[in-house]
């Protein structure tokens, strides 16, 4: 993606070819001045039926969405292009737009067109954007993906140093349709894995971060960047700015907030407020995330584990399609937020714990609480709406049936006896709700609901006596022009003449072209007037149906006007109860998850882990959820194993097991299958496994599989180097680290040596819990010298020359690698299976014959201490270049160029 431009919310530029010139059309001079004060976003001008666009907008926008470019008048010589979308699919086209990154503004006629025509036929309507509509701000159901939530992120920076070295961030960020809104204040390290967890829909900050060369790269990455001016980050103003959006007098009621997290925060409600044009959503008051209250897991780990979804982008096959049971919405907008933000508050979890297992053990109260919730609707993105003014009448029966569903499900629920605080405080919720809201709602409310209020008719008959009136006397009309088609047939013998309705004309007298004449001739001319002739049939009207048509449109509008008010009445109920619902809401997305997981317990057999402030983690017959998911669809039992990487008695470090095992023996699921045991445990839900232990882990860093990153330029093993580095700088003993194959991208001896050199500083300067997968069976010599590496493998068979896979995890190191067997089965053929094998003898017997042993390397000997310093200055000043180096200091790629140029001037030495 190219480097976004600034958007200028406040303050329009005026293009270069905005200038009008003499001669343009009031409408087009409407729609430039409108233009300019929007830059930076297509506009959806409003025309009728459509919502036309010009110009260049014209050209992106056809290109988009595949729609015919047209033009319509001249401007400065040139045909304009124009193309429309009609009103009832702008939805589908405002989504193709924004998917793409664009921003639309929506420009409707504020005013009917017989207002503007009564100030003289030139006149334009008037006009003006309502609305712009961003990635980040959207409400609308058929914009938003229901199970996700969809998060408008602003970050603000501040250098604490004056030389500018430590940055700190405030990040605040909003689900608009939802009204979640939370805060919290990282360091650069954190900022990615932050952005990682939350996946923003639009990301806003400063024209400064914007175009800060450290962070350029991060913004390229992300769908959608949106850069503003310095004002909106203004902190000087950002207290007055967020305390005026919740009209409070001081944030002191929002917590103990950071100067860095009010100007995000501010940012993020300046920027709904200019987006919304005055509209304000029921926004939550900002809920201060404490720093390192969930587990971090950055971008690399998160993708690596397919944790929301699969490394081809899929959600099918990732590890929430497979946990997901839950019933709405927003439970499922809950199960993925709780997934992508493990927590490391030992109490938050257990409290968690407690509500699954709860439902796990009250199998009629979890099947009650699923089918009660099954019928709940939306309730938080219907009162956004209703807030936004956009909502309809199928909003406000979300409402009603939410309430209603809260209600019952409270007392549905009230006989869990000792009901676990979580369970208890979401009931709490649900009652508090006031139910008479729901049932005036249920009162008004027809059977049979319009999406949008502007079609009627969904007010229930008897709810209001002045719209039933109403309603008889526009329907008695109807009647009555439906007996005035009897007598004109009558009157004229034209059996087939009908009396029609259209935009156009209003009602109309409609005859076929045959029997027109008649009509036209007199006497009959005397009360048919002639409006318009078609190809078959000519259309008249008359004095008395034009009389008819103005009471029953009279009638019509009342009726319309008064279910209108009635609407907006009903409307001023839900907002006023918005905080209430807007919980009951919350507490029934965690009801949902809470029942939801223990469903998913109940079935797939997982178990309570216990998850406390040791440094334990210790796991008995664990299991992948999703290969085990994957493999039960075709009758295949999956091999449970355990692992234990706490520390030895007294220690204050974890264990490293290193894992062996040729390929397809199940050494990257056994890895993966932990690191999964621990996200699931700390999100409060139970895992897979027949007993879980784990001393919470506070980062989680996974490294597994090569995949080139070819949009960065890094080639597989620049970009293997590059995570390896990151674990290795930022893992403390808290952390659990997952490395696969580390080295395998490059030459076996470098390879060997990177991997070698690595588990020697996780085992002595992270002393963090790991898993160490690999294919050089060299390491396992390292288990004599280090004393919490252990070694173990996954055991095979041979049979008749094939291998069979066990899938079991057990003490000790491969002997072999199997790699031809394996090749076998994936179907060489034949003749270079053969030739393998002969080459394989070839090279295994040179190797037994090598004069030197791995071992006996310098390198590689597990008491490896430098050379004696040579005589020779060349290995002088080898040493002093080898002492020059600092690796803290170093990025991973100058600390690759620096062993290049070390092995350059080895070689140079050699041939001294
Ligand atoms: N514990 C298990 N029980 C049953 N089947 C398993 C188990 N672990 C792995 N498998 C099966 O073996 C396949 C290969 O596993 P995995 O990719 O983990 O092997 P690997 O040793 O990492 O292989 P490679 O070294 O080639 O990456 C899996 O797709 C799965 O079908």
Not at 131 to 149: C, I, K, S
Not at 494 to 511: R, S
Not at 530 to 544: D, I, K, M, P, Y
Request: aromatic letters at 6%.
């Amino acid at each position: 993606m190219s480097q976004p431009q600034t958007i200028g919310l406040s303050e329009p530029e005026t293009p270069p070819d905005a200038t009008p010139p003499e001669k343009l059309s009031p409408m087009l001079e409407q729609y430039i001045e409108i233009k300019t004060a929007n830059p930076g976003s297509l506009l959806f001008y409003r025309m009728g039926d459509f919502y036309e666009l010009f110009f260049e907008d014209a050209e992106v926008a056809s290109r988009a969405l595949g729609i015919v470019l047209t033009k319509r008048g001249k401007h400065q010589g040139q045909d304009i292009p124009m193309c429309g979308v009609p009103i009832h699919r702008s939805d589908e086209y405002l989504h193709r737009l924004i998917a793409l990154g664009h921003r639309v503004a929506v420009c409707e006629q504020l005013e009917d067109p017989s207002e503007a025509k009564k100030r003289g036929s030139k006149s334009v309507v008037k006009r003006d954007v309502v609305r712009l509509v961003t990635p980040g701000t959207l409400t609308e159901d058929t914009l938003l993906d229901a199970r996700r939530n969809n998060y408008l992120l602003a970050i603000a920076r501040a250098r604490l140093s004056s030389v500018g070295t430590e940055t700190r961030f405030g990040l605040a960020w909003i689900d608009m349709s939802t009204g979640e809104f939370r805060i919290t204040e990282c360091d650069r390290i954190m900022l990615s894995a932050e952005i990682a967890r939350l996946e923003p829909g639009e990301i806003l900050i400063s024209d400064s971060l914007n175009t800060d060369i450290e962070l350029i790269p991060l913004w390229r990455e992300l769908p959608a960047v949106t850069p503003l001016g310095r004002d909106v980050f203004d902190s000087a103003t950002a207290e007055r700015r967020l305390t005026s959006f919740f009209a409070v007098a001081t944030s002191d009621g929002f917590g103990a907030l950071t100067r860095l997290e009010i100007t995000a925060a501010a940012a993020a409600v300046t920027y709904i407020e200019r987006t919304q044009i005055g509209q304000r959503p029921p926004l939550s008051p900002p809920l201060r995330e404490a720093v390192a209250s969930t587990m971090a897991i950055d971008q690399a780990t998160r993708g690596n584990l397919e944790l929301m979804r699969t490394l081809s982008g899929e959600r099918r096959g990732s590890l929430l399609d497979c946990i997901d049971r839950t019933v709405t919405s927003a439970g499922s907008r809950l199960l993925a937020q709780r997934l992508s933000a493990p927590l490391t508050d030992v109490n938050a979890i257990a409290r968690r714990l407690d509500a699954v297992a709860c439902f796990v053990d009250d199998v009629a109260a979890r099947a009650d609480t699923r089918s009660r919730l099954a019928a709940a609707p939306d309730l938080a993105r219907a009162l956004t709406r209703i807030a936004l003014q956009r909502g309809g009448p199928r909003d406000l029966a979300a409402v009603r049936d939410g309430i209603a569903a809260a209600h019952e499900l409270a007392r549905a629920l009230a006989a869990i006896k000792d009901a676990p605080d979580e369970i208890a405080d979401a009931l709490g919720h649900c009652r508090k709700v006031d139910f008479a809201l729901a049932d005036e709602l249920g009162r008004a409310l027809g059977d049979e609901l319009p999406l949008i209020k502007r079609d009627g008719s969904f007010v229930r008959e008897g709810y209001d006596a002045a719209l039933d009136d109403n309603r008889a006397l526009r329907d008695e009309s109807r009647r009555v022009i439906a007996a005035l088609q009897a007598r004109y047939a009558d009157e004229t013998g034209v059996k087939a003449l009908k009396i029609k309705h259209n935009n156009v004309l209003g009602y109309f007298v409609e005859v076929t072209a045959l029997n027109a004449d008649k009509m036209l001739q007199p006497p009959l001319n005397a009360t048919f007037i002639h409006r318009q002739t078609l190809a078959g049939q000519v259309r008249f009207t008359s004095t008395e149906l034009g009389e008819l048509e103005a009471k029953i449109a009279s009638a019509a509008d009342r009726a319309l006007g008064l279910e209108l008010d009635i609407f907006e009445r009903l409307c001023a109920a839900v907002i006023a109860q918005g905080n209430a619902i807007k919980q009951c809401a919350e507490a029934l997305a965690r009801l949902d998850v809470a029942s939801s997981l223990a469903a998913l317990a109940a079935e797939r057999g997982f178990a309570r882990p216990l998850v406390d402030d040791s440094l334990t983690f210790a796991i008995e017959a664990g299991r992948h959820p999703v290969v085990e998911q994957a493999l039960s669809r075709d009758g295949t039992p999956f091999v449970a194993n355990d692992s234990d990487l706490s520390p030895p008695t007294e220690a204050q470090a974890g264990r490293i097991w290193l894992i062996t095992g040729p390929n397809m023996a199940g050494k990257s699921t056994f890895l993966r299958q932990n690191a999964l045991i621990a996200i699931l445990a700390q999100m409060g839900s139970f895992v897979p496994a027949k007993a879980a232990h784990i001393g919470v882990i506070d980062r989680l860093f996974s490294r597994v599989g090569a995949a080139d990153d070819l949009a960065r330029g890094r080639s597989t093993f620049m970009v293997e180097m590059v995570e390896t580095a990151a674990i290795l700088n930022q893992a403390g003993n808290r952390a659990l680290v997952i490395l696969d194959e580390i080295g395998r991208g490059t030459a076996t001896f470098d390879g060997l040596s990177i991997a070698w050199a690595t588990v020697e500083h996780l085992h002595d300067i992270n002393t963090c819990r790991a898993l160490f997968a690999t294919h050089y069976h060299e390491l396992t010599a390292l288990s004599a010298r280090l004393p919490r590496l252990h070694n173990v493998t996954m055991k095979v068979k041979e049979w008749k020359g094939d291998v069979v896979f066990l899938h079991e995890v057990v003490a000790g190191a491969a002997d072999r690698s199997y790699g031809i067997q394996v090749a076998k089965l994936a179907g060489l053929p034949p003749s270079v299976i053969e030739r393998a094998k002969v080459v394989l003898a070839k090279l295994e017997q040179e190797d037994r014959a090598a004069p030197k042993g791995f071992e006996d390397l310098p390198l590689f000997a597990a008491n490896y201490q430098p050379p004696a310093p040579s005589s020779e200055p060349t290995h002088e000043r080898l040493i002093a270049a080898v002492a020059a180096i600092n690796p803290d200091e170093m990025s991973p790629r100058e600390a690759m160029e620096a062993l290049y140029n070390l092995k350059a001037r080895l070689r140079e030495t050699d041939k001294q």
